[in-house]
């Protein structure tokens, strides 16, 4: 039995939330096409976001750890992966869209710079005055402008939905301007849940690898209210800190960040009346959230992660390595921009010479910055 199309429509129609976004009243696209016969919309921006190349260089880019720091730590890649499945176990929960959750997750990171958020921020300070950089702003770029899969236009033309999930992405760490998105308008339930996927996947994938790289004591860890809680959880409360033990602590964060963000959202949704898109859209505040309680956990945890994890001197030390690589090619570029790749160079006839070496840099894998480095400043590899 073949299913098309308009069975999945109506199934979104008879199972989904009234306030999730149906694909079949999606706003479109850019260009007009035809769509496909066994896949709703955003079932297909999905796939287009998985078959792009930024979404494969994502395996050797940055989270937290450096490629060479080992196997086992999260890349790009895999904290995306993470995110995608967060998302969708947050949208099943909450009777939204799953295909758009998961469309939105895996594309939030595709404009992400080498070298985790130390490139993005060199990246933004070389491109003040030049249009400046962000790494939301990027991943708009890069399915709407960047990659190329299409002979008949740029970028991936991607259902607006989606579109304006990627822009509307926002957590502590990231902001975008949107002004072709309805600016005075929320993000929809999708996007927001995305937020808070993203959110929840790296918090605690984060203190996995903080654990497994032995930055924190057990004594610093017991100030913290969300390890108490986690230690009650589990029933681990003296002996030996193993592997296994590890991995229940984290398996219990992630279950208990998606229940409390389910249930919360699900009191607010009703608390307010919300049955639309628009309800949720046009509301004074984001629904997707956090109770008061484990908001304040989250909080404490993500400062305790800055300070212990994000400013140790392993980390410093790398970051200050890749400020110096991404400045040195940058200048290096603008300075002479004949060392472009040939492909890259025929992008000077539309953009700046700084918007084409930043999104040519933006692009790059940490594997390839620091060999594309050595290309340029070590005398003895070849060009």
């Known amino acids: 039995m073949i299913v098309k199309r308009e069975q999945l429509e109506n199934m979104e129609s008879a199972m989904l939330a ?3 976004l149906k694909s079949e009243e999606s706003k479109g696209r850019i260009y007009p096409e035809s ?12 796939d287009r976001i998985i078959h ?16 060479y720091e080992g196997d086992h730590y999260r890349t790009r890649l895999t904290h995306t992966l993470e995110v995608a499945q967060i998302g969708k176990a947050l949208a099943r929960g909450l ?10 997750c895996l594309a939030h990171d595709l404009g992400h710079s080498p070298f985790g958020h130390a490139g993005e921020w060199v990246l933004r300070d070389l491109m003040e005055g030049h249009g400046g950089f962000n790494h939301n702003s990027q991943s708009y770029r890069v399915v709407t402008e960047i990659e190329q899969r299409y002979p008949d236009y740029p970028g ?28 005075g308008r929320r993000a929809s339930l999708e996007a927001q849940i995305a ?7 790296y918090n605690a994938h984060d203190l996995d690898d903080g654990l497994r790289a032995d930055f924190f004591k057990m004594s610093e860890l017991d100030e913290l209210a969300i390890w108490q809680r986690l230690r009650r959880n589990i029933g681990w409360t003296t002996g030996e800190f193993t592997e296994t033990i590890r991995h229940e602590m984290i398996r219990e964060l992630v279950g208990i960040s998606v229940g409390n963000i389910v249930s919360t959202t699900d009191k607010r949704l009703t608390e307010n009346g919300i049955d639309s898109p628009d309800g949720i859209q046009l509301h004074d505040s984001n629904i997707v959230g956090y109770d008061d309680q484990m908001h304040a956990e989250t909080k404490e945890l993500k400062k305790f992660l800055l300070t212990k994890m994000y400013r140790h001197y392993r980390l410093m030390r790398m970051q200050v390595k890749a ?22 160079q025929l992008k000077l006839d539309q953009f700046p010479v700084q918007r084409v070496v ?26």
């Open 156 to 183: 991936l033309n991607l259902a607006y939905e989606t579109r304006e999930g990627i822009i509307k992405h926002e957590t502590d760490y990231d902001h975008s301007e949107e002004n072709d998105y309805a600016p």
């Open 195 to 201: 937020n808070l996927a993203d959110e929840a996947a």
């Open 35 to 46: 769509e496909s016969a066994t896949r709703t919309a955003f079932q297909r921006d999905r």
């Open 52 to 67: 792009t190349r930024a979404f494969r260089r994502l395996e050797y880019k940055t989270q937290v750890f450096i490629y």
């Open 95 to 104: 009777g939204a869209n799953q295909d758009l959750t998961e469309a939105i």
């Open 18 to 20: 009234p306030y999730a």
């Open 358 to 383: 930043c999104d040519y840099i933006a692009g790059m894998t940490d594997r390839y910055a620091l060999e594309e480095w050595e290309r340029l400043f070590m005398p003895n590899e070849r060009p």
């Open 323 to 344: 400020r110096n690589f991404i400045t040195d090619i940058f200048n290096a570029y603008v300075d002479e921009p004949q060392m472009l790749p040939a492909k890259t």
